[in-house]
């Protein structure tokens, strides 16, 4: 049997490798107790070098915070471009999209260069300031609450607009992508008008950067039944990538 600081080591590697672990296999890994698994994870935990969860630990801190929009703008900028400039590529000659809020659609926004007529319709007032410099786009701009954190609208004026049209595409941005609790942001109005935005599109495509991967938002938008396909960054872990691929959803890594 492996000393207390060896299991410690092999606790981290697998995390590392993973991102995510949990006390079951930890336990038939290590041929140890839950009980003593715990007790591993806690001291680690007071050392900084994981987060607990239920029923495991995961890297990074699993609960996402409301930021603003110029805030979130400087995290992973180069990623969140490189990723928008992939999603702009699916956007086709005489498309009707819906875009969503957030920095990396907004990064989306930036990068297309329209072939041709566009309908846009979005909830993010810079997203629809971007796209009216572009004479060939036509843009719907969504009404209702606006939320100051992340120049977007929300509210049952927006969602009941959205019921009398059907997109192509939802071009979706989350604060959190967790592999058991689903899709999340950290507004739960957001939430539930990205829910109705889901509902009326057929397919629904999520630019995410790594970092959002194995967090938590309070408010969930939906699970991955719902999720064509998810635009990321090389940051993401090899096991979320077989997990998300074993659902059915299409992974882009850029």
Not at 17 to 23: F, L, P, R, S, T
Not at 86 to 109: C, E, H, M
Not at 124 to 133: D, K
Not at 186 to 193: D, G, I, K
Request: glycine share 8%; with cysteine.
């Amino acid at each position: 049997m492996v000393n207390i600081a060896e299991r410690h080591q092999q606790i981290i590697s697998k995390l590392q490798k993973e991102g995510k672990i949990n006390v079951t296999d930890l336990c038939e890994d290590l041929d140890v107790s839950s009980v003593t698994i715990r007790k591993d994870l806690k001291l680690l935990e007071d050392k900084g070098l994981l987060f607990r969860t239920h029923g495991g630990a995961t890297l990074h801190n699993p609960y996402t915070i409301d930021r603003s929009v110029n805030e979130k703008e400087k995290i992973q900028s180069t990623e969140k471009m490189l990723i928008g400039a992939k999603a702009a590529s699916l956007v086709l000659p005489n498309d009707s999209v819906l875009i969503a809020s957030g920095t990396t659609v907004l990064a989306l926004a930036k990068s297309i260069q329209p072939q041709g007529h566009l309908i846009v319709t979005t909830s993010a007032l810079n997203v629809a300031l971007e796209l009216i410099r572009h004479p060939e786009v036509e843009v719907m701009q969504l009404g209702g609450l606006l939320r100051k954190s992340s120049s977007s609208v929300t509210g049952p004026y927006a969602e009941s607009i959205l019921s009398d049209f059907s997109f192509s595409k939802l071009f979706l941005g989350v604060d959190g992508i967790d592999l058991e609790f689903g899709l999340t942001t950290t507004n739960v109005m957001e939430a539930h008008l990205n829910r109705q935005m889901i509902k009326v599109s057929q397919k629904t495509i999520v630019l995410a950067d790594s970092t959002k991967f194995g967090k938590r938002g309070f408010g969930k938008i939906c699970g991955f039944d719902d999720v064509d396909h998810i635009i990321t960054d090389k940051g993401i872990s090899e096991y979320v990538v077989k997990a998300l691929e074993g659902m059915g959803i299409k992974v882009t890594i850029v």
